[in-house]
């Protein structure tokens, strides 16, 4: 399996990775997802820009009350991070749920949200803990929540010459979360994952992976579960179907794993 | 025949003896096929149909030609007079009709069409894989795109597509064996109770994680091929290839298979791009490598089971089998290939008897074409057929009977028979069992479950969200494939003997050379052990070799669990001749008479005395014959063919349990047991890592793995993406154990272990998940293979 | 383009296409060929390598994205003696030795560089951890019971770290906002 022919061009700067994008090169992070389809040539860019060791990417630190991760820290990173366990425990747990030791030693937070496979895991955990997501194009930064970033199948919010440099999350302290999966054998992707908040202040939040073409906050759980009602996951969106689970099947999962998320709070 | 295995020391014979092979591959030495490369080596890539049926309407290759580093390409019109690759089995009509065998071409030549997808078209030959692959996709076909069929059971439908013009009904051949149908019918008319499932045993991918990978290497000067090829039987395919699709001279042609990356059937047959890489380094004069990539091997290697099925069994008032009734559609695939006619009809067919006294057995079965790519042997080769058919039908009768599925077989076994003191077990399907003594492993399997405790368990868990199921399976199968003279008559088309050469240094040590084939079965180990403890001298002193041809006179190869039972007594027989001529030497030197003398470690004795001498020192003699017996040959070398005088018949008990989610339809594999008896055994951990391996692929087959196609027969998820391969996370720690019932027609009453593990699991997993829905009052009679969670759920909620 | 990798402790100055993966980097120029491919997908593990000390696909990675790195094969595992023949074996190749880890050995180096990862973050695994840590390698042959036992193995026989640590920027985590 090889690749079309393309420049590979490691960028040497925040500043000069938007500006190689912007000359319409395609970011290069950990790879896991973009080289995959680039090996069976279901994708050609022309030139990759290597982000992946760009420090402004890199890091997780506290800035005030947002835990702030780089859009090029590995999944592994994060499931190891004291500061994520601390501050956002699902985060890593759910990391660690990500493919597997080798995928969570390259693949990246960024890439993975730019990528927006609709079975995706973080969506889910980023849209739940009302997370933001940082980017810089040419004519700067700007600050798109989670929950308006994912707009469709591998579509998002995001421009084409435009990177991810961080992902901003309140801090959680106090409150409980959660992150249930249930896998797709083969490729362990999320068939259903559900990512549930529920803050100090008792509100809830709630979202979902794998169950539609993109991961969605469910304001309809929430509104039921906050008056008591039994919950309905999902109502109302258009399902997914494949081989695995069909759209029947993967409404009934998203509601197994929400009854299963909001026991494990 | 006498049982050597009781007369040797036995020094290595039934130890785990740590494997010898094992270096090289821990430490990233073994050398397999794409590990290899020659000086001025080029690299193929293959143009293949993407569609599953389609005609070739035009070939475009100027702009892939014109591109820097392309070499040639070649197309059907360039291999027209090169004969497709042949079938090895006829399977005739049952009304006498010769079986209907199409060609197979070479590449799809313009005009003609291509009846599945990944047909080759193409074969791009250029400096670089790179080069090759960028090039291949630059030629430009013109397809005509026709319906094509997937499914056995729907090719046979009127007005399916057809896949050859010249047989409209897309039957290769039908067959039928056992009693005649009226006895059978009658039987099952008479029966008070019969259990009928209709299942399918769906199509699964062998998946050695070896891709195939081959080169040709043709020498101008000594007009000589090379073929490095990752196959399990390198003579095989130097006979297929030169005899039936090159027409070249075998003494011509080496064929090497060096480190293979696991084969479980894939790798028998003779594929078309091994020829091809072959026929293409001679019309270059450089070498030629093709290396499969993943995605290839899910649309080429040949693949296993598909058969669509129904079948009743037939039980008297007090639970006795009566009879047996089965009618089945097997896919044969687009083209017939290497062994593909005899996996559904003589191993599978002859091993319906299974351990049961059952009377009357009969099946009728057609085989059919459809678009898609050969299926052929895969581990086990029928018989896990022929036992999931008849271990499922088993489990649902007693639930249907309300009867204990453990009880049931026991009343129903063939009583113990040891084939030396008695004849072997005649069936109704023409087999004679050698030996067999069923109720111990069945005992055995039911003391390791703690059988009284899991139906309490079972109790308790079924007023929660987690059910548990216990599924049991007893099989018999046939391996050491076989006597020649009966699979001549059954219409192979090759010997399945086995030779071995065993040659002594002058100083002692000795090459043994085999015909069979090691990719993953340790015959660097087991054979030395056993040549070792015969001849009494340190394993060190003994190298195997196999797998070139140029080293062997002759050889078969590897499948059928048939390496040691078939390849292991070609040694023993050369031994023999090397021991006797020794002893010949040894009684000239001692100046005593050969009756006089007796060998055990490593010498020879004149009984009753202290006079002796070393094999070593007999070995020289034999290169260095000063002082010689008259009229005897120098040196000490011999070859010998062996060819079985009956399959071996392993059998065993899997159980299986597992947990059910109620909620999500999820199954948990909790425990696997597995009771065989292989025979005899040289080393207990490879026998015990073989069935490890077989298991894990029939657990495999229960649970997650199996092809989709779509409407167009195109394979839908043929990646690893897509298609499950058991991972270490899906399976439990396997719990083993043995019974042994020494083979009593071959020297070392070994009878096979490489495909008992995937035989017996299959229908375990399956009875153990109908088992856990039925105690949860779900009284279902099937569930799909792969029986995914959503089927699983489908089953309790429909 | 050229890339300078210090691979099994070697430094390698080579000219590869900008699009050559790592593992036909390894393979191909530099002959390791004891790193496998099994397939197209990322998904069987049998290119596992160690970049700067953590396993990864070498399939999925550019040889140029390595550029600069430390790379670790299975030819790298074992200790060399001065003549360069093979020393004292790593103790995962000696587990999956003793426990029979291993039939066709395909799988088998990707196998032990990723359970040499495990038993860096944690030298004492359970069965479960250890099932878990390969969920990204396929072997077709062992049905894993063995290996599972030789990771075991090699975690009840292991003194010393079992690879020296490299400086880690794929996992960096400690960087200021
Ligand atoms: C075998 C396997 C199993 C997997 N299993 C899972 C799983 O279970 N769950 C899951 O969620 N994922 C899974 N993944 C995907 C994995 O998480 C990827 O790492 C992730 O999707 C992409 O991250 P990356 O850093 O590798 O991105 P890349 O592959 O480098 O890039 C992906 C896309 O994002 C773009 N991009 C990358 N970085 C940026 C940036 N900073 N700004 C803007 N655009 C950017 C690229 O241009 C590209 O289009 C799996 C992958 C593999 C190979
Ligand atoms: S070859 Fe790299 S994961 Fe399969
Ligand atoms: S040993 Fe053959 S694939 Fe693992």
Partial sequence: MITYPFQYKRASSLADAVALLADGGKALSGGHSLIPTMKLRLNAPDVLVDVGRLPELKGIALDGNELVIGAGVTHGAIAASDLVKQHLPMFATGAGQIGDPSVRNRGTIGGSIAHADPAA??????????????????????????????????????????????????????????????????????????????????????????????PFRDKNVEAQLSSGQTADAAAGMSILSDHYASEEYRKHLANVYLNRALAAL | MTNFFKKMSNKFIGQSIKRVEDKRFITGKGRYTDDIVLPGMLHAHFVRSPYAHARVVSIDMTEAQAMPGVIAIYTGDDVKDLNGVPCGWQVNFRNGETMREPKHPMLIATGDTAKHAGDPVAIVIAESKAIATDAAESVQIEWDELPAVANPAEALKPGAPKVHEQFPDNTAFDWSLGNPIEEVDAAMAAAAHVTTLEFVNQRVVPNAMEPRAYIGAYDEVSDKYTLYTSTQNPHLIRLLMCAFVLGIPEHKVRVVGPDVGGGFGSKIYHYTEEALVTWASKQLSQPVKWTSDRSEAFLLDAHGRDHVTKAEMGFDADGNVMGLRIKTVANMGAYLSTFAPAVPTYLHGTLLQGLYVTPKINIDMTCVFTHTVAVDAYRGAGRPEATYLLERLMDLAALEMGRDPAELRFQNFIPKFDGVTEPGYQTQVALQYDSGDYHPVLERGLEMLGYADFRAAQKEAAKTNKLLGVGFSTYVEACGIAPSAVVGALGARAGLYESAQVRVQPTGKVSVFTGSHSHGQGHETTFVQVVADKLGIPMEDVDLVHGDSDALAFGMGTYGSRSLAVGGSAIIKSIDKVLEKGAKIAAHKLECAEGDLEYAEGKWTVKGTDKSIGFGDVALTAYVPHVYPAGLEPGLDFSSFYDPANFTYPFGCHIAVVEVDRETGKTTLKRMIAVDDVGNVINPMIVDGQIHGGLAQGIGQAMFEGTIYDENAQLTNGTYMDYCMPRADDLPMFETDRRTTPCPHNPLGVKGAGEAGAIGSTPSVVNAVIDALWSGGHQVKDILMPMTPERVWRAMNN | ???????????????????????????????????????????????????????????????????????????????????????????????????????????????????????????????HDIREALEGNICRCTGYHNIVKAIQWAADHTAAPLLADHHVWTNEVAVTV
């Fill in chain 3, 1 to 127: 383009m050229q890339i300078n990798l210090t691979v099994n402790g070697k430094a390698r100055k080579t000219d590869v296409e900008d699009r050559t993966l790592l593992v036909d980097y390894l393979r191909e120029n530099l002959r390791l060929t004891g790193t496998h491919v099994g397939c197209d997908t990322s998904s069987c593990g049998a290119c596992t390598v160690h970049l700067d000390g953590v396993a990864v696909k070498s399939c999925t990675l550019l040889a140029a994205q390595a550029d600069g790195c430390s790379v670790t094969t299975i030819e790298g595992l074992a200790q060399l003696n001065t003549n360069g023949t093979i020393g004292q074996l790593h103790p995962l190749q000696e587990g999956f030795k003793e426990c029979h880890g291993l039939q066709c050995g395909f799988c088998t180096p990707g196998m032990i560089m990723t359970a040499a990862d495990l038993l860096k973050r944690n030298p004492s695994p359970s069965e």
């Fill in chain 1, 121 to 214: 895991d973080w969506p889910a955990m980023l849209i739940a803990a009302d997370a933001t997501i940082v980017m810089q194009g040419p004519s700067g930064s700007r600050q798109v929540k989670a929950e308006q970033f994912f707009t469709g199948l591998f579509s998002t919010a995001m421009h084409e010459n435009e990177l991810i440099t961080q992902i901003r999350v309140p801090k959680h302290d106090g409150a409980k979360m959660t992150y249930q999966k249930f896998s797709q054998p083969a490729s362990r992707y999320a068939i259903v994952g559900c990512a549930v908040v529920k803050n100090a202040d008792g509100s809830l939040r709630v979202a979902f992976s794998g169950v539609s073409e993109a």
